[in-house]
């Protein structure tokens, strides 16, 4: 996992920063599904723009 992927679970998990520990593990595992997802589904161009949607998300989530 290469640190772009990387920032994508940590901002799931600090989007989740005032839930519990089961929540926030829950919250990585998802992300970690959904990057490999795109990781296995996309390729090139495709993929960067999935993972930067993906990682804009949490981010969206966090300003909430």
Known sequence: ???FEQSIIEAAQDATLNHTDAERAEAKAA???A???IMATTS???R???LAALLDSYSEQEDE
Do not use: D
Request: no cysteine.
């Open 1 to 3: 996992m290469n640190s």
């Open 35 to 37: 990057v490999a997802e």
């Open 44 to 46: 090139g161009l495709q």
């Open 48 to 50: 960067t723009l999935a």
């Open 31 to 33: 992300a970690i599904a």
